[in-house]
């Protein structure tokens, strides 16, 4: 059935899943060859097959120069002083290889020698290109590398499949095990950090999940419990597509960001060097890279982000005891980035694509110039522009006198939305045309965009294999002059929030906690004797979001089209001259104006 499955997908899907994501030509250092049995360098040509697993409690075997010429050795992995400190599921993925009709293998614990740092960063930063050019990849989401892969006649163990069957007249029924809701998730393989890039950037996978076999590819979902062709029901995410296919959208790259965030890591400085290979890949469509997790183009933006709910709660990540030199690169923790917290985050959106399911719309304004640096004292010469090009660019989006840019046709704005029959929402200037591009993949349920429409269009980049990623010096210190005040908050009494109050006691704004222990040491209320708990807010950018007027007695959104204009800001403390974020929030812009705040020169870390 597996070879019938890869057989398929390879003569029938064509284009769709062989390098869906134009990768640029890739090929990994080392690979394994199953027939030899040991390393090959990996330019050899043919396919190979990549494999995704947990290591467990077990320990990747260390590989030096001397050990690395001996694995080139034909044979080598049969030597016995080697073939001990592989971990079974390394035998077990070589013989499957094998049966599938492949020749080589890609598994991270042999093909990444670490002995050697700038070797081991570029395979690192390669990774999401690797599984993305693999021919398939296998996903082991039961156990971890000591159970290896269960059911592989004569050399695993019996996987204890217990298939229900239904006698039904002549015939037998087999249970449907597999739901929509059944895969990726609910396993300790879905938790872990590492693996979300390695299963997110393969466009085949053979799915070993809760002892069954399935295959999984850009067209189809099979499960081995089912005849080919009665699969009833299947879920492929298309968010990826909307990026990959050249559009910077910030909804889309938020979800692929909440859902790595939430998985767990041995070591909490993995963080970034955990997601690196997938912002390579990404960084072809957002123009400039990622700085610790943070697209550049919508940097302004971006650094407000926020826990995703009132009630989530993001736990500090800390480096682990472990010695610098086993520190992978790039790494660091620094606050301003969701990539010094652990939990479910979100970095918003931006009033670009329409989301026809929301009745408001949110722009950003830049209200200072970002730098980044190695250290504290980076001097101004040295440091980094960090240029948010997105909003430099977008007036000129705006301009429908000029010509379109390639791809885009335009059409009418519409009145209402389809549902529910509300009016349209939309920034300034865009109240006529809506936009749509050739490139852009059909809109998903996920992100309200069914029709693939925009405000306005860009020059949206032709993703070829040719193209290549770019990608940032990683410097963990932001620079920047604004401005701030104190202010005085209390608990709201809605989860995590807190209304922040200016001297005469007037709620102004609110400031969004990391968690429930930061809420701890706020007030429950303002009283005569305490005006609340003094935190130190700056400004980072002013937003204007576009909104409905709610029509009480038709309990619905109608006309007139409202704006309200605020300045994002962080609650800092300072340490030793470097501030530390502790939470984002949001100020009343004329409120904020009148405070007449200081000017700050912010060394954030």
Known sequence: MLKQWKHNCLALHGKSCDNPMKIWATRPAWLIDVQRRCLVPGQVPGNFVALSYMYGNLEAP???ADM???????????????????????????????????????????????????????????????????????????????????GLRGVSTSRGLDQSIIP???????VRNTGIFSMGSGLPYYDRGWTYQEYKMSPRRILFNERELHWECSCSVWHEELVLGAEVDK???????????????????????????????????DALPGITGLFSVLSRSFTGGFLYGLPTML???????????????????????????????????????????????????EAALINSRSNWANETTPITEWYTGRSSQTPPCQRQRVRSTWFENRQGHKDFTKQLPAGWARHDAPRTVSFPEEPFVYPDGCDRYIFKHDN??????????????????????????????????????????????????????????????????????????????????????????????????VAIYKSTTYYNTWDEPKERYGLPLRRHEEYTVLWIEWKNGVACRQASGGIEADKWDALKPGAVSLILN
Not at 301 to 327: C, I, Q, Y
Not at 516 to 531: C, G, K, S, W, Y
């Open 62 to 64: 260390h590989i030096d």
């Open 68 to 150: 690395l010429a001996n694995l080139q050795k034909p044979l080598a992995l049969d030597n016995p002083e080697i073939a001990r400190i592989l971990p079974p599921i390394v035998q077990h993925a070589i013989y499957l290889t094998g049966v599938i009709g492949e020749l080589y293998l890609w598994v991270d614990a042999l093909c990444i020698p670490r002995y050697n740092p700038e070797v081991t960063k570029e395979q690192l930063e390669m990774m999401g290109a690797i599984y993305a050019t693999a021919v398939v990849t296998i996903i082991a989401a039961d156990g971890d590398a000591s159970d290896g892969l269960r």
């Open 168 to 174: 039904f007249g002549d015939e037998q029924l087999l």
């Open 235 to 269: 879920y492929i995410d298309d968010r990826l597509k909307i990026i990959l296919a050249g559009f910077p959208e910030l909804s889309s790259l938020s979800n692929i960001i909440g859902s790595y965030n939430t998985r767990t890591l041995r070591y909490d400085e």
């Open 299 to 349: 940097f302004d933006r971006v650094l407000g982000w926020s826990p995703h709910w009132k009630f989530t709660n993001l736990r500090r990540r800390t480096e682990s005891s472990r010695s610098t030199e086993d520190h992978l690169s790039p790494s660091g923790l620094p606050s301003w980035s969701w990539i010094g917290w652990q939990g479910l985050i979100s970095i918003g959106s």
């Open 440 to 537: 852009m993949p059909p809109g998903s349920y996920d992100n309200g965009n069914e029709d693939g429409t925009w405000h306005f269009p860009f020059p949206v980049p032709e993703i070829q294999e040719s193209v290549l990623p770019s990608m940032p010096e990683q410097t963990p210190y932001l620079f920047c002059d604004t401005v701030g005040t104190t202010l005085w908050g209390h608990q709201s009494g809605d989860g995590n929030m807190v209304r922040l109050c200016n001297s005469d006691g007037e709620v102004i704004g609110w400031l969004h906690l990391h968690n429930a222990d930061m809420l701890a040491h706020f007030p429950t209320a303002v009283t005569r004797d305490e005006a609340g708990l003094p935190v130190e807010i």
